[in-house]
């Protein structure tokens, strides 16, 4: 695809490049909702009209989630899904020349860009993006489906949270022209929302920020120096040589498959023998995404920014976490359901991520998923005893396709998809 903005004529077909609809530089990725007449083989709808929203981890170059999306929406074609990028973290909507092309967005402004772009979509028909449309049957809610990998589940608990206290304060009083969400299930994969700098990466980062402060934009101008000295082939290669040596090939994935590898000892999640982990598509996606981080220093630059605020802002919010995951807040019996909200959590993490650490993991588990109707609340932690069958915080790069199976199965178990 070409251009900062790509224009479909057709509904029906999807949309990569700026959202022209908000101040700020954001890219989308947008899936529109397919009838049941232009897909047959449908399945019957268990939600209304219901919106999947994704949200990155960082970089937040929503490139890398395509596959993954595409796989998704393949299976379920009468979802409308919604990729949000992070605010001056997509080369299609920055602006070199902007005035504010040196600022650092910051993990709130980040959250609060979904919140926005979140509303327009459920307020707004978006058409071929070229204007706002009020909907014709704008209804008083809708369905909702919200996940998020890595730092953009941190995203996704305070898009929740935002978008249930506004429709709870009365004060607000332009909330009744909105369509309110209905959150009906909340995916929070390989998330870092504890304590990120506990984490054996968040210790190395939190390390280097206090040594040197500005070391997003020393690591940015390097990377322009880079960009000026080897020719755009060069670091192709290159990057073609790191990011995608891994990648496994249908035969291997095949053979191990028929030992013991099933992703959850609880959750075992089955693949069908023509499942290919990641195609040479796919692997080309991976290679344009992190051509869209090296080649530019200003995403470089705002991704490290935003990784230096999280490390200052992901602590232990014990008191915001309770509430979110439902806990009653009786502290003789924690693990009671709060009734006043009724959204599905899961959660899926890797068997040793180095942005979690083992002791957060396990502390989520327990404070939050001990003794908890596994209908309502799923935790995951890949089972997989191959290390190229082991699905890792950095999934987009080997595994989409793979994880795209694991969240259909989750789909089926907690919504009858």
């Keep these: 695809m070409q251009g900062s903005l790509i224009r479909m004529a057709q509904a029906v077909k999807p949309y990569l490049g700026k959202y022209p609809f908000t101040a700020n530089p954001v890219t989308i990725y947008h899936l529109p909702s397919q009838s049941s007449s232009s897909a047959p083989d449908t399945p019957p709808r268990t939600?209304?009209?219901?919106?999947?929203?994704?949200?990155?981890?960082?970089?937040?170059?929503?490139d890398y989630y395509i596959p993954y999306l595409n796989h998704l929406h393949e299976a379920y074609p009468w979802l409308e899904t919604l990729c949000i990028s992070h605010i001056a973290q997509d080369a299609l909507s920055i602006d070199k020349n902007s005035a504010n092309k040196d600022r650092i967005y910051t993990l709130e402004e980040q959250i609060s860009s979904k919140v926005e772009i979140i509303q327009n979509f459920l307020d707004f028909d978006h058409g071929d993006f070229s204007a706002l449309e009020k909907k014709k049957?704008?209804?008083?809610?809708?369905?909702?489906?919200i996940m998020g990998h890595s730092v953009g589940s941190f995203m996704v608990q305070r898009v929740v949270h935002r978008f249930k206290a506004r429709f709870t304060n009365t004060i607000e009083t332009t909330v009744d022209s909105h369509t309110k969400p209905d959150f009906k299930l909340v995916g929070l994969l390989f998330p870092t929302i504890i304590d990120i700098a506990k984490s054996d990466s968040g210790t190395t980062f939190t390390t280097l920020f206090r040594i040197f402060p500005n070391f997003h934009h020393y690591v940015a101008s390097l990377t322009s120096l880079v960009n000026f000295i080897l020719p755009r082939s060069v670091i192709e290669s290159l990057i073609r040589n790191i990011a995608i040596k891994n990648r496994i090939s249908a035969q291997s994935i095949n053979a191990a498959m028929e030992d013991n590898h099933d992703i959850a000892?609880?959750?075992?999640?089955?693949?069908?023998?023509?499942?290919?982990?990641?195609?040479?598509?796919a692997d080309q996606q991976v290679l344009n995404s992190t051509k869209k981080l090296v080649c530019h220093p200003e995403v470089v630059m705002q991704a490290l920014g935003l990784a230096k605020d999280e490390m200052e802002k992901i602590k232990n919010d014990t008191v915001f976490n309770d509430e979110f995951f439902q806990l009653s807040g009786d502290s003789e019996n924690n693990n009671v359901d709060n009734s006043k909200s009724n959204y599905k959590i899961w959660t899926f993490f890797a068997?040793?991520?180095?942005?979690?650490?083992?002791?957060t993991r396990d502390y989520i588990k327990l404070r939050y998923f001990a003794d908890r109707n596994p209908a309502q609340y799923k935790f995951q932690i890949c089972d997989a005893t191959e290390d190229k069958l082991k699905l890792k915080h950095s999934f987009v790069i080997e595994h989409s396709q793979r994880f795209a199976e694991v969240s259909k199965q989750t789909l089926e178990e907690l919504l009858g998809f």
């Design 137 to 145: 049957q704008q209804t008083q809610t809708r369905d909702v489906i």
């Design 265 to 281: 000892a609880s959750n075992k999640v089955s693949f069908a023998s023509d499942t290919e982990p990641q195609t040479e598509a």
């Design 351 to 359: 068997q040793k991520d180095h942005w979690v650490s083992d002791k």
């Design 47 to 62: 939600l209304n009209n219901p919106l999947f929203v994704f949200i990155p981890g960082n970089p937040g170059i929503v």
